[in-house]
């Protein structure tokens, strides 16, 4: 049980890792921006390819992958996603899914459509109380918390994070003081590139690297900022853990069965209001009667 | 209490509109008829099917506005539902046809309720969401009935000159199901009834004001949608004999999409137009140019970006051209 309990944490770790960015622009722009999976598997492939490269170092691969990829992103950012802004809703689902689509078909040209498993770098397993813990998980895990709480400093403490966290309140009243909203925003958005290529690197050595992969981690990443609440960072953050859990659970003891768990947690989540209303009404009624 | 306008309960067509839908039931048949002569009929049989789904769906997303990702879960319910009685209960057709449409509009009777709370993003991720639970239900969940990845096969029996494994027979009954489709959302947008639901479109907040039950239409649209597209799915199933998962699968979703948007949303003509091309373009190319999907998501940005009112919004404006007087003189 402590195994799944881990493999849970680890999931959601991940999963938090991917959906600060989409969060954020949901929250923002309104955006539901599908182009995040084609830059957090485009970046998983390219960490892969610097490993071959490089010796197979494994940190440095990763600082490398995400350091090309921030550029790719801001470009994302500037000639699709800002165009969108104040559009329509459609308008913004399809363009985005258009850019995942080429990203995917991308990876199939250049690095073929089979998929590329990544071996665990860190080799260690706990052994605790006569159960396996590889300690690789642990520290997803941990880095996850302690990149929650340098976000909420960056958020609460340095001025670009005040000013975003601002924005997701009232755009139209920051723009008002003068300031660029546009221009923080970037600047989010590539942050938020940056964090989901981390998660999907991360999460390469517990699955594997596949073209779609991205198509896949958008749906539950998906139902994480919907529970967690659009642009509610702290939301995002403890709906992930709770969904990473709900996943190892199910997966537990019926694997096909976990991706389907999430959806229902999210459709209860969409939908508690009107369960709620409707269960005070039933209440009431039976109250009145009796 | 519901407060409904009485004059919104009619579908009252105008004799000019009735000598209308003969031309639309001449072009549109016609059309396909002649197709059947430059490419294989199978294929054309299929573009059909799918012209049926996308019809459906423009009625959820150009006429009312709301854009599902999960409109196929309907049309696979539709399908594995003629299927199973195709297997288990009879092997007439139309029983299969019947059980399958009414399968799909049961579902979205009750799934409408649930859907229908919600709006914009949630909205289409909801539906979503509904759509990935069917796909486990039948490729893993009900394994026991569906038979999973195997699929199901089945053979739909004959009634003298009704045989759907007949291709002539199953393109005829197939057209004509898809005009029969084509009127029905021609009488029913150009109704008072079609026209609050495009209000809905345009402004929720202003119907409601106006004194309508602004959920009722919603949700009758949505099963009116969802039915029509559980059709061309019965219809899938009785004329391949088989099914697979992959025909409930979420991606589906993207198809339906990408074909009422070329077309033009919101438009009927659009629709088929959207179908037809579309079919012809990922039948055509993607056996012939490698990297198909990219050239997919090229063509959704220059839509997206330079193409927005489709083929049929081109067309009408350069038909309309130097014919339009402004509204208001200035």
């Known amino acids: 049980m402590i195994e799944t309990l881990i493999y849970g944490l680890t999931i959601g770790a991940i999963l938090y890792f991917f959906s600060i960015g989409l969060s954020i622009t949901f929250g923002t722009m309104q955006i539901v921006n599908f182009a995040?999976?084609?830059?957090?598997?485009?970046?998983?492939y390219?960490?892969?390819?610097?490993?071959?490269?490089?010796?197979?170092?494994?940190?440095?691969?990763?600082?490398?992958?995400?350091?090309?990829?921030?550029?790719?992103?801001?470009?994302?950012?500037?000639?699709?996603?800002?165009?969108?802004?104040?559009?329509?809703?459609?308008?913004?689902?399809?363009?985005?899914?258009?850019?995942?689509?080429i990203g995917a078909d991308l990876i199939k040209w250049i690095w073929g459509a089979m998929p590329q498993p990544t071996s665990d770098p860190l080799r260690i397993s706990l052994r605790f109380l006569d159960m396996n813990v590889p300690l690789y998980r642990l520290v997803v895990f941990l880095s996850a918390v302690v990149l929650f709480l340098a976000l909420r400093a960056f958020f609460n403490r340095s001025i670009i994070g005040k000013i975003v966290v601002?924005?997701?309140?009232?755009?139209?009243?920051?723009?008002?003081?003068?300031?660029?909203?546009?221009?923080?925003?970037?600047?989010?958005?590539?942050?938020?590139?940056?964090?989901?290529?981390?998660?999907?690197?991360?999460?390469?050595?517990?699955?594997?690297?596949?073209?779609?992969?991205?198509?896949?981690?958008?749906?539950v990443a998906f139902a994480v900022v919907i529970v967690g609440g659009m642009g509610n960072l702290t939301g995002t953050f403890f709906s992930a853990f709770v969904l990473g859990l709900v996943i190892a659970i199910t997966a537990r003891f019926w694997s096909q069965a976990a991706d389907t768990m999430v959806f229902a947690v999210m459709a209860l989540v969409l939908l508690k209001n009107s369960l709620l209303a409707a269960w005070r009404r039933v209440a009431k009624t039976v109250m009145g009667a009796g | 209490m519901e407060i409904t306008n009485p004059s919104t309960g009619s579908f009252s067509v105008s004799p000019l509109r009735k000598s209308l839908f003969a031309q639309d039931i001449l072009l549109i048949g016609v059309s396909f008829v002649l197709m059947a002569f430059f490419i294989p009929l199978h294929w054309v049989i299929d573009f059909t099917i799918f012209c049926i789904l996308v019809l459906s769906f423009d009625l959820l997303y150009?006429?009312?506005?709301?854009?599902?990702?999960?409109?196929?879960?309907?049309?696979?319910?539709?399908?594995?539902?003629?299927?199973?009685?195709?297997?288990?209960?009879?092997?007439?057709?139309?029983?299969?046809?019947?059980?399958?449409?009414?399968?799909?509009?049961?579902?979205?009777?009750?799934?409408?309720?649930?859907?229908?709370?919600?709006?914009?993003?949630?909205?289409?991720?909801?539906?979503?969401?509904?759509?990935?639970?069917?796909?486990?239900?039948?490729?893993?969940?009900?394994?026991?009935?569906?038979?999973g990845e195997d699929g199901l096969n089945t053979t739909a029996g004959t009634l003298g000159f009704i045989n759907f494994s007949n291709h002539p027979f199953a393109f005829g009954f197939f057209l004509v199901c898809l005009l029969l489709v084509f009127v029905l959302l021609k009488v029913f947008t150009i109704s008072p009834y079609g026209i609050t639901v495009r209000s809905i479109k345009e402004n929720e907040d202003r119907v409601k004001f106006l004194g309508y039950n602004v959920f009722y239409f919603k949700w009758f649209t949505f099963v009116l949608s969802s039915t029509l597209a559980a059709l061309p799915g019965t219809l899938f199933a009785v004329f391949y004999g088989f099914v697979a998962p992959t025909i409930i699968s979420p991606f589906g979703n993207t198809e339906v999409i990408f074909a009422v948007l070329i077309g033009g949303a919101g438009n009927l003509y659009g629709a088929i137009i959207g179908g037809v091309v579309y079919k012809l373009m990922s039948n055509y190319l993607a056996t012939n140019i490698t990297r198909?999907?990219?050239?997919?998501?090229?063509?959704?940005?220059?839509?997206?970006?330079?193409?927005?009112?489709?083929?049929?919004?081109?067309?009408w404006e350069w038909i309309l051209r130097g014919k339009r007087k402004p509204a208001v003189e200035v």
């Open chain 1, 46 to 101: 390219l960490f892969l390819t610097f490993m071959a490269l490089f010796g197979k170092i494994f940190p440095f691969a990763l600082v490398l992958a995400i350091a090309a990829m921030l550029p790719i992103s801001f470009l994302i950012e500037r000639l699709v996603i800002r165009r969108l802004y104040g559009e329509s809703l459609d308008y913004a689902i399809i363009a985005t899914y258009a850019v995942l689509l």
């Open chain 1, 36 to 44: 995040h999976g084609m830059i957090y598997s485009l970046g998983v």
């Open chain 1, 166 to 219: 601002a924005a997701l309140e009232d755009r139209a009243g920051v723009r008002g003081l003068g300031l660029d909203v546009n221009r923080y925003f970037s600047i989010v958005f590539v942050i938020g590139s940056g964090l989901a290529v981390l998660g999907g690197v991360l999460y390469a050595p517990i699955a594997t690297a596949e073209p779609y992969m991205g198509f896949h981690i958008l749906l």
């Open chain 2, 62 to 147: 150009g006429y009312m506005g709301r854009l599902s990702f999960g409109h196929v879960l309907y049309y696979g319910t539709g399908a594995y539902m003629a299927s199973l009685v195709l297997l288990h209960v009879s092997r007439n057709p139309f029983l299969a046809i019947a059980a399958g449409v009414a399968a799909g509009a049961l579902l979205a009777m009750v799934l409408g309720f649930i859907v229908l709370q919600t709006d914009g993003a949630p909205f289409a991720l909801i539906n979503l969401a509904f759509n990935q639970i069917g796909f486990w239900l039948i490729a893993s969940g009900l394994q026991a009935y569906t038979k």
């Open chain 2, 292 to 315: 198909w999907e990219m050239l997919l998501g090229i063509l959704l940005l220059i839509w997206v970006f330079r193409f927005r009112r489709g083929l049929t919004g081109y067309a």
